[in-house]
């Protein structure tokens, strides 16, 4: 991951001055898609409740999420950090990660969680397209993301028109 | 300035109304441009913080992503807006994450970007603004804008032209108002003008300016009005004193030419009175020596014939001879008293200042012998001073001095002679304790030949008054006699008094 | 009679009044007097006379003159003055005798050399005493004396 250290003027996050590695570029991706995202007020139980991060099964993240999401704050909420081996809508995660290592299980998951209030993140370039809300991809040696806006409209998620912009795609009914 | 001061009031009112308003607009004007000028900027300055909020904004996600694109192409968007001369998304740290620059500007970083400061900053040639990016609450980053002044500039310039514009038509439109409204004060001052110089050039007191309006001029008016009833009113009576004083000079011209008429008549009848006088003068003479002749033949034949053929004569015949010589001596004394009488008139010198005491001494002089033989004491009080014929005056002393003495009766006569001072005269009197008159003869001896006695009785031809009176009518006097039988008589006579005597 | 001696003179009497003539003549007369008396009646005739002109060519010359001023075609005062004016006819005393009393006669006589001025009196004795008196005066040796002045 050194290219990707090349192109990162490092801002100051939990990352001591060594160049961030990618689980630690995702991890921020993760907790600043949460300052975009808007969830029904059902999704909280209470104003006070965290917003939570939930990582399902292999945890490429290690420390990191936890350390980068640490003090953080996302929509006024602070922000939590689950991991789980299993995923039930009952777990009231707001964000869902799924590791490119679970992707024999992506279709199950998203089909568990459609319509939920939980923002699904994967990894690769079809997980998008599966019905995934956001994809994250490698392009060019920068890590971008795809949006999948029907499944979040659906899962009544509003992604800011902001984060859409910097996606690399927006799959939407009119799309293509 | 003083060209102002001279100018009609007219224009002179127009010009500071409309200079009024121009200094007015100016300095609005002024006062809008220097506003403008200042507080555009600011303006635009918050209009840049505006659009600097929208556009960091828009950059948050791309801060939060690093993603340099994204941010550069919000960036990118502000190339539309001409007036932006950079903008520069930075990040957290003031690092900058992406940046737009104008075409030929060169880049500069905002030094708030490491504070995060919002900050503004108004330069000569730009604007600067920092904003902090936000997400929530959470400052991800910032976003700085230079915009250069033209906007300002252009705003300000079209402010000035727009105002030279409204300035321009705003006087012109004032200088009609101003034409047309300051007629309101101007027109009854310029009529009040117009009256007085009418006025003064017709000198017809009797016009009046016409009031128009209620206010200062109106009492001005009134003023005027009043000043000129009074100015007619002294013109009137100065007119009529004038009339008056014309007519009066025209009454004493009259006077004076009928006093030059008068005096001249009175020279002429002058001259002709002495042509007169001394014709009747020459007359008097001549007929009173031309009379006489005769009578001196008669008188004289008719002694020589009593004196030659006398002791003929019986005497019946020297006694009608008697009569005749008689007749004829009575002839003489009378043409002798006629010629004396006229005399009064005819030989009467110019009065001249004469002390009558001097005139008295040598009066009582003359009859020095009378006196004695008849044992007269005359005494006299002192006598005035007064313009008076001198001979004239011894006449008149002489003749009643000398009857005083003739009319006495057995005692020797006390004769005084006495004057008094009244108002414009002086009063004489001649007292003697002779035989008196009857008072009701007064007035008949003063006649000319009148006699009261005979010719035996006591002598005199009867002329001695007479002269007398002539002699004090010609000194402008009254003559009387005061008397009673047997108690004396006081002759009375006035003179009149010169100032000063 | 007179018993003084006297001169018998012969006097020119110029008068126009014939009345007074005569009156001269009584009073010399009443004087005892008898003196030769011509008459001239105008002042030409006297001046004639004096001359000796016309027929008065042999006429005596008087030695008195006794002359009226107011007197027909020629007046007394003149006649005095052509008297005066002669060498000859100046040397005659003369008297002038007149009715006047005017003093400008009066002065104009003495100035012509007139010897003596006397007013005619009214009275006869005054008369009578004037001429009386005169008469001595030139009769009774009186030199003929010549006029003072030229």
Redesign the interface.
């Known amino acids: 991951m050194g290219f990707l250290a090349l192109l990162?003027?490092g801002?100051?996050s939990s990352l001591n001055g060594a160049a961030p590695t990618e689980y630690q570029l995702k991890a921020?991706?993760l907790m600043?898609f949460a300052?975009?995202v808007e969830w029904p007020t059902t999704a909280f139980r209470s104003a006070q409740n965290a917003l939570t991060i939930c990582v399902l099964g292999e945890n490429p993240f290690g420390h990191d999420l936890d350390d980068v999401v640490r003090g953080?704050?996302?929509?006024?909420r602070a922000l939590a950090v689950k991991r789980l081996a299993q995923v039930q809508r009952e777990d009231n995660c707001h964000v869902l990660f799924v590791s490119a290592a679970e992707k024999a299980r992506t279709e199950r998951v998203l089909g568990v969680l459609r319509n939920a209030p939980t923002l699904t993140v994967g990894e690769g370039d079809d997980f998008a397209a599966a019905g995934g809300m956001i994809g994250l991809l490698i392009d060019d040696n920068k890590i971008r993301f795809e949006v999948n806006l029907d499944a979040a409209g659906n899962a009544g998620l509003k992604i800011?028109s902001?984060?859409l912009?910097?996606a690399k795609n927006v799959r939407e009914k009119r799309n293509p | 300035m003083f060209w102002l001061r001279d100018i009609s009031i007219t224009r002179k009112l127009t010009t500071i109304v409309v200079a009024t308003s121009a200094a007015a607009l100016l300095m609005a004007g002024a006062a809008t441009i220097i506003y403008e000028r200042v507080t555009f900027p600011r303006n635009l300055a918050q209009h840049l913080a505006s659009l600097a909020d929208v556009v960091g904004?828009?950059s948050?996600?791309?801060i939060?992503?690093?993603?340099e694109t994204?941010a550069a192409e919000s960036l990118q968007a502000l190339k539309a807006t001409p007036n932006i001369m950079m903008a520069q998304v930075y990040?957290?740290?003031g690092?900058v994450?992406a940046s737009y620059v104008r075409v030929g500007e060169p880049m500069a970083t905002l030094s708030a970007a490491k504070t995060g400061i919002s900050q503004e900053t108004i330069a000569a040639e730009y604007v600067d603004i920092f904003r902090p990016i936000f997400?929530?609450?959470?400052r991800v980053g910032g976003i700085g804008l230079r915009s250069d002044l033209t906007e300002v500039k252009v705003r300000l310039g079209a402010y000035a032209q727009t105002w030279l514009a409204v300035l321009f038509v705003s006087l012109l439109g004032a200088l009609g108002v101003a034409a047309v409204l300051q007629r309101v004060v101007s027109l009854p001052i310029l009529n009040l003008a117009g009256i007085a110089r009418r006025i003064s050039n017709e000198h017809d007191y009797s016009q009046r300016a016409v009031k128009e309006t209620g206010d200062e001029i109106g009492a001005l008016v009134d003023g005027f009005n009043e000043m000129l009833s009074q100015i007619e009113a002294r013109d009137g009576a100065l007119t009529q004193a004038q009339g008056e004083l014309e007519k009066r000079i025209r009454d004493l011209q009259q006077e004076v030419a009928e006093r030059q008429r008068a005096e001249k008549g009175l020279a002429e009848k002058a001259v002709e009175l002495e042509r007169s006088n001394a014709e009747l003068q020459q007359f008097a003479y001549v007929a009173s020596h031309d009379l006489q002749e005769p009578l001196r033949m008669v008188s004289i034949y008719t002694q020589l014939l009593a004196k030659r053929y006398g002791p003929k004569l019986d005497g019946a015949a020297l006694e009608f001879i008697g009569y005749a010589v008689d007749g004829v001596k009575r002839m003489r004394l009378l043409i002798r008293d006629l010629l004396e009488y006229s005399r009064v008139g005819t030989r009467g010198q110019f009065l001249a200042m004469t002390d009558c005491n001097a005139v008295l001494a040598l009066t009582l002089n003359n009859l020095e012998a009378v006196i004695e033989e008849s044992r007269a004491r005359i005494t006299r009080g002192p006598l005035p001073v007064i313009m008076a014929d001198d001979v004239q005056l011894g006449q008149l002393f002489q003749n009643l001095i000398s009857n005083a003495i003739k009319y006495r009766d057995s005692k020797p006569p006390e004769i005084h002679v006495g004057c008094k001072q009244e108002e414009s005269h002086w009063l004489f009197w001649v007292r003697d304790n002779g035989i008196g008159i009857d008072p009701q003869y007064a007035e008949r001896i003063f006649i000319i030949f009148q006699r009261l006695h005979g010719k035996g009785e006591y002598p005199g031809s009867g002329i001695g008054l007479a002269i007398c009176k002539k002699i004090v009518e010609r000194h402008g006097g009254k003559i009387w006699v005061e008397s009673e039988l047997g108690k004396g008589s006081t002759f009375y006579f006035t003179l009149p008094a010169t100032a000063g005597s | 009679m007179n018993t003084e001696q006297y001169r018998r003179l012969r006097i020119l009497h110029v008068e126009d009044n014939i009345g007074d003539v005569r009156l001269i003549a009584e009073a010399l007369r009443e004087a005892g007097r008898d003196h030769e008396i011509a008459v001239a009646f105008d002042g030409v005739e006297a001046l004639d006379y004096l001359h000796r002109r016309g027929h008065y060519a042999d006429a005596w010359r008087p030695e008195l003159i006794l002359l009226d001023l107011n007197l027909p075609k020629k007046g007394g005062i003149e006649v005095l003055a052509e008297i005066n004016a002669d060498k000859e006819l100046r040397q005659i005393p003369v008297v002038v005798l007149t009715s006047s009393s005017a003093p400008q006669d009066i002065n104009r006589a003495y100035a012509l050399n007139a010897n003596r001025y006397i007013t005619k009196p009214a009275d006869l004795s005054e008369l009578f005493s004037v001429v009386g008196e005169l008469e001595k005066y030139w009769a009774n040796g009186a030199k003929l004396t010549p006029r003072l002045g030229v």
């Open positions: 990162w003027v801002e100051g921020v991706f600043n300052k975009f953080q704050v996302a929509a006024d800011s902001k984060l912009k910097l | 904004n828009n948050a996600a791309a939060l992503f690093n993603d994204a990040r957290k740290d690092g994450l997400v929530g609450a959470e």
